[in-house]
């Protein structure tokens, strides 16, 4: 993509649409210095938005947050319209209307006979083809995806989408227009769920998929995914947030508009949530009950265990090397053994108890089978065993009480909670990241976008601790390979089948972000 300039600060800029998403980017365009035109087809729609950003920026300069001068300037930019014809004299239209593409296609075939001929139109929509929404235009070329994330004010990502037709000046213009404003730009290609709501899919699903298999309850798989795993807020407290409706919607539409591919394939508890009118929040229960007297759900967190005595490092651990450093900071510095050919992952030995395992992808049940022993506790992944403060465990169907108390103890002596999940393979920690670093590469792959555009579109669009190519190759990506390829054994489903990228890369001995 060339190098563009970004519109002047002379150049108008009409926003079509005065709810949450409109009104964000209408402020964030005046605060640039644009005079902004605000148009809804709603009864004073435009007028109370336009106020309601007024208080928006004196509340931002009462807490220093901006000038006081600035903000007054910032609101006397913004005009409510009443016509689309108001808006002849816009360089950039973004509309932020109803999530139809019937909708939009005709409010786009309106404004072509309205505005320039150079005018950009953008729009927000966070999952509508660009190439559907230009076809049979005039000047297709124009139209461009501009996809801000709520609230636009504070989030900072922007993607910047094109269609088939999209002209590179246009979408070029666009990205460098969103950098000037003070966000952080990514060009993604149209294909269904751009960056974000593609690559995000398996943090949802693969929490719904441990959930469906009774592999532990929201909260405390919610507290894995922060504790361990350093996200910001577990799958199903999200979704809660967002809106399980919504969320299904976002599922179905990436699932149907990829052909029912069934990587993206929705979850039937989800699906029966909404269907009794359980969308979270909003609605006061989703995964969890929000009424008026509903406690918070507590983690389930294993009770103390004694400390092990002992503790022996079989080979070199692949994932949780830094396990090693807090037993040792605790008391228990392990000795060193021979590698076992049984745990290519390594191991600790625990007691002459229990065999610890980094997980794999596997089952403890099916470890334990194949190494021939029986006293197998596997443990997840961490986004940094250094300071996590907690990590979720599983115990073969075959490992005693007793060795799966030494497993325990020994974790918890690093200060360190606990919380077991059934033998459910993957775990939920390990088995995300895995997916969602497949996902990710494939859009590498399809050429959708960069692969730094995909790391920085997941961090700063929904908050992830890293971006999942940089964690896949953090991880390494053979062992990314094998969690897949024993997920895909165990399940037997084409969903968890391999990224053409991962194996090349496994073949080249190349990173992701290469």
């Given at each position: 993509?060339?190098?563009a300039?970004a ?5 108008e ?9 409109g009104a964000?980017?209408a402020?964030?365009?005046?605060m ?10 709603g ?12 208080e ?6 009462s ?15 913004i ?5 689309l014809g108001d808006?002849v004299?816009a360089k950039?239209?973004v509309?932020?209307?109803v999530?139809d593409l019937?909708?939009?296609r005709n409010?786009f075939?309106e404004l ?7 005018t950009?139109l ?6 509508f ?5 230009a ?14 994330f ?11 989408v094109?269609?088939?037709a999209t ?7 666009v990205?460098a ?11 993604a ?6 960056i ?26 919610d ?8 996200f ?5 407290e999200?979704m809660d947030?967002i ?19 069934s990587?993206?394939?929705?979850s039937?508890a989800?699906h029966?949530l ?7 929040r909003k609605?006061g229960?989703?995964?969890f ?11 389930a967190?294993?009770s103390?265990q004694s400390?092990?005595g002992k503790?022996?490092r ?5 994932m949780?090397a ?11 510095a392990?000795?060193v ?10 191991a600790?030995r625990?007691d002459n ?5 980094p997980g ?9 089978a194949n190494?021939g022993?029986?006293d197998v ?7 940094d065993?250094?300071k996590?403060?907690r990590v979720g465990?599983?115990r073969?169907d075959?490992c ?5 108390a030494?497993a ?10 606990v ?8 775990m939920?920690v390990?088995?995300t ?6 996902e990710?590469?494939?859009a590498v792959a399809?050429g ?7 790391d ?8 992830y601790?890293s971006?999942p190519?940089a964690?896949g ?10 969690t ?10 084409d969903r968890?089948r391999l990224?053409p990228?991962i ?5 080249s001995g190349d990173?992701?972000r290469?």
């Open positions: 993509m060339g190098v300039n519109l002047p600060l002379a150049a800029v009409a926003v079509i649409g005065a709810g949450a998403m964000g980017i402020q964030i365009a005046a640039a210095g644009h005079r902004v035109c605000l148009f809804d087809t009864m004073g729609a435009a007028d109370r938005a336009k106020a309601k950003i007024g928006t920026l004196d509340m931002l300069a807490k220093g947050k901006i000038d006081a001068d600035q903000a007054k300037a910032a609101a006397s930019r005009v409510a319209v009443h016509a808006l004299s950039l239209v509309e932020a209307v999530e019937a909708v939009k409010l075939r072509e006979v309205v505005v320039t001929p150079d950009i953008a729009t927000n929509t966070s999952s083809s660009i190439t559907a929404l076809a049979g235009m005039q000047h297709p070329g124009r139209v461009v995806g501009m996809h801000f709520n609230p636009a004010p504070l989030m900072p990502l922007v993607e910047v094109s269609g088939l002209d590179c000046e246009t979408a070029g213009v990205h227009t969103a950098l000037a404003w003070g966000k952080l730009p990514v060009h290609r149209s294909t269904p769920g751009f974000v709501n593609r690559c995000a899919r398996p943090f949802y699903a693969e929490a719904l998929r441990v959930l469906g298999e009774q592999g532990a309850d929201p909260a405390t798989l507290a894995l995914m922060r504790d361990a795993g350093g910001r807020m577990g799958p199903f999200l947030l809106g399980l409706d919504i969320n299904l919607a976002v599922t179905r539409s990436v699932w149907e508009a990829f052909f029912y591919d990587r993206f394939t929705p039937v989800q029966e909404v269907t009794a009118g359980y969308f979270g609605s229960r989703g995964f009950d929000y009424g008026p007297d509903a406690l918070k759900t507590a983690p967190s294993e103390p400390p092990p503790v022996a079989v080979g070199e651990l692949r949780g830094e396990l090693v450093a807090r037993l040792a900071n605790s008391g228990l392990p000795d053994a021979i590698a076992d050919p049984r745990f290519p992952q390594g600790l625990i108890k229990a065999w610890l395992v794999d992808g596997r089952t403890a049940t099916a470890i334990a190494g022993v029986r506790v596997i443990y997840d992944l961490a986004f065993f250094a996590c403060s465990v599983a073969a075959t005693s009480d007793a060795a799966f030494a325990v103890g020994a974790l918890q002596a690093c200060g360190i909670a919380s077991r999940i059934d033998d459910v393979a993957g939920i390990l088995r990241v895995a997916m969602l670093s497949n990710a590469a494939d399809q959708v976008a960069s692969a730094a555009d995909v920085l579109a997941m961090q700063k669009g929904v908050n601790p971006g190519l964690w190759d953090v991880l390494g990506v053979v062992y990314v390979r094998d897949l390829a024993n997920l895909a054994a165990h399940y037997g489903e968890y990224s990228l194996a090349r890369r496994c073949a990173k992701l290469t």
